[in-house]
């Protein structure tokens, strides 16, 4: 009676579908009217809560059960596949483990409320529910996701094993009948549906597997020219790729990128299917092996598709955020990408971009307006100059800057009215520190050509230290505008007054628990005086004889510091970031600059060489005597303080200078001002007798007389080398025997040959023939 009932919901069923269904249909009720025959009708199977046990006969099979029994074919489709990297599958953990579609984790909220607390749980069917065919499952997922959005509380959620069994059914239908395009639609849409039932339903929480994926991308492959089909594909996989593991199963092989690419080509006009292949694009490029070289290129093939997507709809809100978005991942540390963005004809992907920026188009969006200029950001840092150059040539600067000072506002203006939890405030900081960064990339290059670019933007550099002075405390800002501001130094130097170094140096005080701003403000201070400044230092005009500083920049930022304090600010600045390296590099390059003006007044030079900030030099260079960059600008920095304030080598012989000068002239004795620099201070140093005794302990004879033979036509080591020996073997007659023993004579004839028209060398090579004679 059973059996008949159920052939007679068949036929009823099948009145209402294709031909080619109603005749697989009629197929298994008539093979079911046979076997029924045979056997004894089982009432208790409509009743019972898994499925009729599995027959020989394939005609009378229903879709059998999942169960934890070991499956003999570990090549079994549905079992669970272990990913070990893109494209490679351990399947021999799929012999042991049952298919299982829903990757389940643990229930944190279960495990912590514990076995015997009381929760609350929405109903569950734990009912396994077998569909004859495609059809009523579609209409059981339709039901299921209409009580879903219609929040009843008395509708059954799925379980997470329901769901399992249902998608193992969606996928065995597909790939019984691959060849019947009704079945591959309706497959595809259930995947759809069964993707949209929110994961909260379930008792676990879940993600689908790649099963469903293969599935689809099969149909895709077998019914190319069907539109239907394809739409509701890319539909489907649009939701199903919310997940890494069905990610991984598109991006493991290339010609599934490209099978999506030619969808989109061959049905431009189904908006549907363009926009939901564009979902999967963006999806795609979050996946955390997007960045790798393969794969990376791969996604890059789908750039001039989205880019001919965005130019067919410019003005759709939804689309420009996604399809922006999506740039802006595939060409972050992505080259190819990069440079497919700039691609003739005309760079339309540099113009979609840079139209999003134009005229405030977006500004009501600002997430668009964000994507699109990180977009440009990345196409900036494009070691290519042509790329930087295509983003000037378009009007990108201009849409830049307007960026900047219209979000530099609403920020300001959020700030002012307590409101910094607002999505403007927190997107404008954002959009801020990415136009930032996309200036400090258009200018970071050595190219010869480059400097017509630099030139170009010399328009920005107002801008960006207004930007910097009116948001102190936003570090991103602050950051990403001093990487901007330290390229451009050299080339626009004299664009900076007083007030702009004052800023610098407030905006340094502001943040001085954060090295990175420390650094970037130091540089960008360094950058701006070492082209002023050049080489010159106070140590002996006689001796270096370096470029005489520009009295405007230097006066400016004398002028600054002295308003301001920025000696405190910088020593603070030393004191405050020890253990990192860049920052006291960076800082010892302000002062050593800084004392190379001719403009420091009295008070300055005393504050420089007080006693505590010697103390800090010496410590630091004590600290990091491997850098050769640091060890160099401290030496000239405390051989120019020297002049300032001979009073302060005492401090300096007491708080070890001589052992660090020695140690640093040997760590880096190819360095030619490191060891003029050093042998410079030595020289002052061993004007008190009291220091000759530490002197020659530490091998300084032997360091001196190095730098004099390595550095044979540097006249400021031979000089300040003289002075040195001279001083110390007048003082002493074993002193004496140990610089005679050492050759000194010979090199000191050798540096009056060479240098037979500086006075200098002269006087001094001939006071240390006169000591060693």
């Not at 093979?31 to 009378?60: F, V």
């Not at 499956?71 to 079994?76: G, S």
């Not at 691959?178 to 591959?184: C, L, R, T």
Request: glycine residues 4%.
């Amino acid at each position: 009676t059973t059996t008949k009932k159920h052939d007679q919901e068949l036929q009823h069923t099948a009145a209402s579908l294709p031909s080619s269904s109603q005749s697989s249909l009629r197929s298994i009720g008539s093979s079911r009217t046979r076997t029924s025959t045979n056997t004894k009708p089982q009432t208790s199977t409509t009743k019972s809560s898994s499925p009729p046990p599995k027959s020989s006969d394939k005609t009378t099979t229903m879709i059998a059960p999942i169960t934890n029994v070991r499956r003999k074919n570990p090549l079994n489709p549905f079992a669970t596949t272990k990913k070990s990297s893109l494209g490679k599958e351990d399947v021999s953990a799929g012999a042991d483990t049952p298919f299982n579609p829903f990757a389940p984790k643990r229930n944190k909220k279960k495990d912590a409320a514990g076995s015997g607390s009381a929760v609350l749980k929405k109903k569950t069917a734990k009912t396994r529910k077998s569909f004859p065919n495609m059809k009523e499952l579609v209409v059981f997922l339709q039901k299921q996701n209409n009580q879903q959005s219609s929040s009843s509380p008395s509708s059954p959620a799925l379980s997470a094993d329901t769901v399992e069994w249902t998608c193992r059914q969606i996928v065995e239908f597909m790939e019984a009948e691959p060849n019947v395009s009704s079945v591959q639609r309706d497959g595809a849409r259930a995947l759809h549906l069964l993707s949209l039932l929110d994961e909260t339903d379930y008792e676990d929480e879940a993600s689908l597997t790649c099963a469903g994926v293969e599935a689809i991308l099969t149909a895709m492959e077998n019914f190319p020219h069907d539109e239907a089909l394809q739409k509701l594909a890319c539909v489907a996989m649009e939701a199903l790729t919310a997940w890494e593991e069905n990610q991984a199963v598109i991006l493991s092989k290339e010609y599934r990128i490209d099978d999506i690419c030619v969808v989109m080509d061959r049905f431009s006009d189904n908006m549907a299917l363009q926009v939901s292949a564009l979902g999967i694009f963006h999806r795609l490029s979050w996946h955390p092996d997007a960045v790798d070289g393969d794969v990376a290129k791969r996604l890059a093939n789908a750039i001039p598709f989205v880019v001919g997507l965005l130019k067919e709809h410019r003005d759709n809100v939804e689309i420009y955020n996604m399809g922006c978005s999506t740039l802006a991942k595939l060409t972050e540390d992505n080259p190819d990408s990069q440079l497919r963005l700039c691609e003739k004809p005309d760079q339309v992907g540099i113009r979609v971009a840079i139209d999003a920026l134009h005229n405030g188009k977006f500004e009501d969006h600002p997430e668009i307006e964000r994507a699109a200029m990180l977009i440009l950001q990345h196409v900036a840092s494009n070691p290519s100059l042509e790329c930087k150059a295509n983003i000037i040539r378009h009007g990108g600067m201009d849409c830049i800057l307007d960026v900047l000072e219209e979000h530099s506002s609403i920020v300001a203006t959020e700030s002012s009215s307590n409101t910094t939890n607002s999505k403007a405030y927190s997107e404008g900081k954002l959009i801020m520190a990415s136009a930032l960064q996309t200036l400090a990339n258009l200018s970071d290059s050595k190219l010869p050509d480059h400097d017509v670019i630099k030139q170009k933007m010399s328009v920005s550099v107002p801008i960006m230290l207004d930007v910097l002075q009116q948001h102190p405390n936003i570090a991103q800002v602050q950051l990403t505008g001093y990487s901007a501001l330290k390229n451009l130094a050299h080339t626009h130097a004299r664009l900076l007054t007083t007030q702009d170094f004052e800023g610098i140096l407030k905006s340094m005080k502001a943040q001085m628990n954060n090295a990175a701003v420390q650094k970037q403000a130091c540089r960008t201070l360094v950058n701006f005086l070492s082209k002023s400044n050049g080489n010159a230092n106070k140590t002996n005009n006689l001796l270096s004889g370096g470029n005489s500083p520009s009295a405007k920049e230097s006066l400016d930022l004398v002028r600054a510091i002295a308003n301001v304090d920025g000696l405190s600010i910088i020593f603070r600045s030393i004191r405050a970031h020890q253990h990192h390296r860049a920052v006291q590099e960076a800082a010892f390059g302000v002062l050593y600059f800084f004392s190379c003006s001719q403009d420091l007044t009295t008070n300055q030079k005393h504050q420089l060489c007080l006693e505590e900030n010697v103390f800090v030099l010496l410590g630091t260079m004590n600290s990091y005597i491997e850098s050769e960059i640091l060890c160099e600008r401290g030496c000239g920095l405390i051989l120019n303080m020297s002049f300032f304030a001979p009073f302060s080598l005492e401090g300096m012989a007491s708080a070890g200078g001589t052992r660090i000068m020695l140690a640093a002239m040997r760590r880096h004795g190819l360095n030619a001002k490191v060891q003029e620099y050093g042998a410079g201070i030595l020289s002052g140093l061993c004007l008190d007798p009291q220091i000759h005794a530490e002197f020659v302990n530490e091998e300084g004879v032997s360091t001196v007389v190095a730098a004099m033979m390595v550095h044979p036509y540097q006249p400021g080591v031979q000089a300040f080398g003289c002075d040195v020996l001279a001083s110390v073997a007048s003082s002493d007659a074993s002193y004496k025997q140990v610089i005679a023993d050492s050759n000194t004579q010979m090199i000191a004839k050798d540096a009056m040959t060479r240098h037979k028209k500086h006075k200098g060398v002269q006087n001094r090579a001939s006071a240390v023939l006169r000591a060693i004679s």
